[in-house]
């Protein structure tokens, strides 16, 4: 563990407080950074044991000494770099992240309309930033490198309430109908109460438990092969 | 390529598993609110207890129920025990992370696994007496709290609770979209009341005990 002495002044936030540290302190500190907004998620670290942006975290809300650490789960790049990007990449392709549909794309045709209320439904799952705050607080992701997490939860409530996804719930299940997506979770809440989009993910992470133990009992497909 | 172990695997267990765990949950609940409830007609008098403790046995329903509640028992502790970190690694891991990450539901699933565990070593012992002893009768109870059985007791009524209420809580958050700031609240009046309750019953035991142990 490193230590470093930085002088705080009013609306001083860990971003710029880093950047502070690496322009004056140390030269070789590794953090990630890009938007300095809360929008890309790039700077999610552990600050004083809790996930958390550096970019919306005001030095002011923290005790005098403040310890940060890397995300746990992902892989380490150095200091306070992580790679989510490869996790969320296998997420993606496990859950199957994009509209699955047997329609022809006609680039020509008007795009199919939905209500506003489901619009918006959508958009408001869509919000997550893929930080990696609910996966780094998880207690059954910090046990099993299989598990989906609520981000993973999350994008397949996102393509279940979707009208133009024709997958059902026995295709949902075959992804998440197990202890690695919805039955993994143990309920600790910690996703849904330190998300920093602030994503309703308590509610996802039934929806989705509710659709899968539904399918469970719903009866078997028959399967040509 | 296909691994080969994914075609062993029967992919509607986990979903089973949970939905057994669940409903044995609850079902473990209502009985202990039964159980609660008969036990506070000691409050009423011996004549009360002994009067309903008789009529449950008439219909072979104590003795039933008691083998009945060891099997939901243990098919509770195999089903919802299956996500409890059984690895030395992975217990260092959820421990590592509850302990840095000051969340107060993380820290109640911990208290609601090593309840749990203490919760079958309580229930082993209390039915081992209570079934050695058959029928239940008010002085009996009494006396056996009050010759020292009541500090067994007491620390058994504030696990089970415990256990219980984050047990019911953690339900409904993972099966239902209810606001959980309102469940919290919830959590906490059923677990402080059923402990002030049976807190209560266990002293009003240990009074009418007393009297027949001296």
């Known amino acids: 563990m490193q230590e470093y002495r930085l002088e705080e002044y009013p609306g001083l936030n860990l971003y710029i407080a880093l950047n502070k540290i690496r322009e004056e302190q140390d030269s070789s500190l590794q953090f990630d950074f890009v938007c300095r907004a809360g929008i890309c998620g790039s700077c999610a670290m552990v600050i004083n044991g809790r996930p958390g942006l550096a970019c919306k975290t005001l030095v002011s809300t923290l005790s005098r000494t403040i310890t940060?650490?890397?995300?746990?789960?992902?892989?380490?790049?150095?200091?306070?770099?992580?790679?989510?990007?490869?996790?969320?990449?296998?997420?993606?392709?496990?859950?199957?992240?994009?509209?699955?549909?047997?329609?022809?794309?006609?680039?020509?045709?008007?795009?199919?309309?939905?209500?506003?209320?489901?619009?918006?439904?959508?958009?408001?799952?869509?919000?997550?930033?893929?930080?990696?705050?609910?996966?780094?607080?998880?207690?059954?992701?910090?046990?099993?490198?299989?598990?989906?997490?609520?981000?993973?939860?999350?994008?397949?409530?996102?393509?279940?309430?979707?009208?133009?996804?024709?997958?059902?719930?026995?295709?949902?299940?075959?992804?998440?109908?197990?202890?690695?997506?919805?039955?993994?979770?143990?309920?600790?809440?910690?996703?849904?109460d330190l998300c920093p989009k602030d994503l309703p993910l308590q509610a996802q992470l039934s929806r989705v438990r509710r659709a899968m133990a539904k399918a469970a009992f719903a009866p078997k497909k028959k399967v040509a092969f | 390529m296909i691994e080969q172990w994914k075609l062993l695997k029967n992919p509607r267990l986990a979903a089973r598993f949970d939905l057994i765990g669940m409903v044995t949950g609850l079902m473990l609940v209502f009985f202990m609110f039964g159980?609660?409830?008969?036990?506070?007609?000691?409050?009423?008098?011996?004549?009360?207890?002994?009067?309903?403790?008789?009529?449950?046995?008439?219909?072979?329903?104590?003795?039933?129920?008691?083998?009945?509640?060891?099997?939901?028992?243990?098919?509770?502790?195999?089903?919802?025990?299956?996500?409890?970190?059984?690895?030395?690694?992975?217990?260092?891991?959820?421990?590592?992370?509850?302990?840095?990450?000051?969340?107060?539901?993380?820290?109640?699933?911990?208290?609601?696994?090593?309840?749990?565990?203490?919760?079958?070593?309580?229930?082993?012992?209390?039915?081992?007496f209570v079934l050695t002893t058959f029928p239940i009768e008010a002085v009996k109870s009494s006396t056996r709290v009050?010759?020292?059985?009541?500090?067994?007791?007491?620390?058994?009524?504030?696990?089970?609770?415990?256990?219980?209420g984050i047990g019911l809580y953690r339900i409904f958050v993972k099966w239902t979209p209810f606001n959980r700031k309102i469940l919290k609240v919830f959590k906490w009046l059923l677990i402080l009341g059923f402990i002030a309750d049976s807190l209560l019953v266990l002293k009003t035991f240990w009074a009418i005990g007393l009297q027949y142990v001296n």
Not at chain 1, 71 to 87: A, E, H
Not at chain 1, 138 to 154: I, P, V, Y
């Open chain 2, 146 to 164: 009050a010759s020292n059985f009541g500090y067994f007791y007491a620390p058994m009524i504030i696990v089970i609770w415990l256990h219980l």
């Open chain 1, 68 to 192: 940060l650490t890397p995300l746990p789960v992902f892989k380490l790049v150095g200091d306070l770099s992580v790679d989510t990007g490869t996790w969320f990449r296998e997420m993606a392709e496990r859950a199957g992240s994009w509209v699955h549909t047997d329609k022809e794309f006609d680039p020509e045709a008007e795009e199919e309309r939905m209500s506003n209320e489901k619009a918006i439904e959508i958009f408001e799952l869509e919000r997550c930033i893929e930080c990696g705050c609910c996966i780094a607080s998880c207690g059954t992701a910090n046990m099993r490198e299989d598990f989906m997490g609520a981000a993973g939860l999350n994008r397949i409530a996102r393509f279940m309430i979707d009208p133009r996804d024709q997958r059902d719930g026995a295709d949902f299940f075959e992804v998440v109908g197990s202890d690695d997506g919805a039955f993994g979770c143990m309920g600790l809440m910690a996703c849904d």
């Open chain 2, 35 to 128: 159980h609660a409830m008969m036990l506070a007609t000691i409050v009423f008098g011996i004549e009360t207890m002994d009067g309903l403790s008789m009529w449950l046995e008439d219909l072979y329903l104590a003795q039933a129920g008691a083998v009945a509640i060891v099997f939901v028992v243990l098919i509770h502790f195999v089903t919802a025990g299956r996500k409890l970190p059984l690895r030395v690694n992975e217990q260092r891991m959820i421990w590592r992370l509850t302990r840095k990450l000051s969340h107060l539901d993380t820290w109640l699933w911990l208290v609601q696994a090593v309840t749990g565990m203490m919760i079958l070593l309580f229930v082993a012992v209390h039915l081992y």
